[in-house]
């Protein structure tokens, strides 16, 4: 199998309109089953009660955005180093998405943290680090937004993603450093051991998110391919036909 | 099964509003993405088409 | 290679000493900045130092970003940048030189104002020398950064708001570090292990961050 002919965006267009329905539909009936599991399998937590039932979402929501980022910096580094056109679509096409999972991990930690420390927010490693990881998203989307030239927005773009991806780990580290030095918000979600079937949910929602985000993707990249190759012959032949 | 009933579902052991405010605001934002997705596929399509027909003039 | 490097250096910082206004705006800045918190939280001496390392800090940044959307754009205004980018001479070298320059036009100069403020924040003696400390490893990280956002957001529309949102993420790892040495020299608990961290991303920076500027440079210039 020639897998540099996937790498042309012309048959990557096409392959990607064959993949959207598994990837969307994949999604959907993993949102079923893992909500299922969820809210009606799952039994109410000794020290949490019902509350607790945020981390289907939280935690899938939380883990999508930091494999987002890493992608993105994957993409990107390939794309430079390799000069690959559609790498750079790939990680375009990322961005939005991972920034709105870091939003709803937020979201989601501020509801789950108000039941249970009292709190909207906490300055804990782990939300602070979130909150920067939206900064972060945010800056890589303004800078797309403000560069006309594509091929330097590309670079540009993925540069700034390394550069970030570099820091993400550094800052995560200073954070729960500062964190543990600065005493009063040191509550975590009670660690205890948890329930198998409270995973089982977590895991299929997480394989959700994972789908979801490929489907809204390949959706996105799809129209970024059409916009840059709207001068060549197939994607004219593509426009006339659908009329 | 957990639920006695629907309402004590939706009660959630009292935590409804946290739970709830958490799911209702992720479909909204997974809502929202797909359908600005759409509507910027659509916007796409028509537009390219529009410019080729006005290159064919 | 050397020399190189060392007339980069002796350009930027001519062409500084001949702009004087320029930089000291930077430095007005950072005292402006710090003069506004007492204002706005109120003059409670306990409260000041309390704060002040933080502030200090927060200042010393928001002063490099104002100053870095310059960093590259007069040159390119002129075509000089890109005579220097066609050169044999590596670009990281440019990089490298045009970042020391700055650290040396803004760094040293923040780092002369910087006691002045910290007693204005009721800091006492020992933590104003490990702010002094703190800066002089800390700053020189906010210019190597910072040319990495100078380099990428180099002739945008919007430049410096820009370059803002995207290096100030970067920079907190400098401000954890730098304002928690003040705040431990102030609570006793040392500062060697705030300081070492520091110098370690100092480190890191010097290593990394030329290279990433280097390669905006050309990606923006192309």
Known sequence: ?????????????????????????????????????GFFVAPTDFQQSEAYRII????????????????????????????????????????????????????????????????????????????????????????????DDIKRGDRAGSLLTLIGAINVPIIYFSVKWWNTLHQGATIKPSGTSMDAIMLQGMLVMAFAAWFYTIAVALVRVRRIILERERHTEWVKALLAKEI | MEWASWSDFWAMGGYGLYVWGSYSVTTACILIEVILLKRAASDTRRRLRRMQQWEEL | MHRFLLAVLRRDLTLAARRRGDWLIAQFFFVMVASLFPLGVGPEPEMLSRIG?????????????????????????????????LSPEPTVLLVLGKSLAHWLI?????????????????????????LEVSLLLGTPILS???????????????????????????????????????????????????????????????????????????????
């Open chain 3, 106 to 130: 803004y760094g040293i100069p923040l780092l002369l104002i910087a006691p002045v403020l910290g007693l204005q924040f009721n800091l006492p003696a020992q933590a104003i020398l490990t």
């Open chain 1, 1 to 37: 199998m020639n897998l540099y002919a996937y790498a042309s965006p012309a048959t990557f267009y096409h392959l990607a309109g064959r993949l959207i329905p598994w990837f969307a539909w994949g999604a959907g009936l993993l949102t079923v089953w893992g909500l299922y599991v």
């Open chain 1, 56 to 147: 289907f979402i939280h935690v899938p929501a939380a883990w999508m955005s930091m494999f987002i980022y890493l992608v993105m910096a994957f993409w990107g580094a390939i794309g430079l180093a390799f000069n690959t056109r559609l790498s750079f679509m790939m990680a375009r096409a990322l961005a939005p998405t991972g920034a709105m999972f870091t939003f709803v991990a937020l979201w989601t930690g501020a509801w789950w943290g108000k039941p249970m420390w009292g709190a909207w927010w906490v300055w804990d490693a782990r939300l602070t680090s979130e909150l920067i990881l939206l900064f972060l998203y945010v800056g890589i989307i303004a800078l797309w937004a403000a560069i």
């Open chain 3, 144 to 222: 190597l950064l910072g040319g990495v956002g100078a380099a990428l957001t180099l002739g945008l529309r919007g430049g410096g708001v820009l370059l803002t949102l995207l290096i100030l993420p970067l920079y907190i790892p400098a401000l954890i570090f730098g304002a928690g040495a003040v705040d431990g020299a102030m609570a006793g608990t040392g500062s060697e292990a705030h300081l070492s961290l520091l110098g370690s991303f100092l480190v890191l920076s010097l290593m990394i961050a030329p290279w990433i500027a280097a390669a905006a440079l050309r990606v923006s210039l192309e």
């Open chain 3, 53 to 85: 390392p933080g502030v200090l800090w927060v200042a010393a940044t928001l002063a490099s970003l104002l100053s870095l959307s310059r960093l590259f754009a007069d040159d390119h205004r002129d075509g000089s940048l890109e005579h220097m980018i």
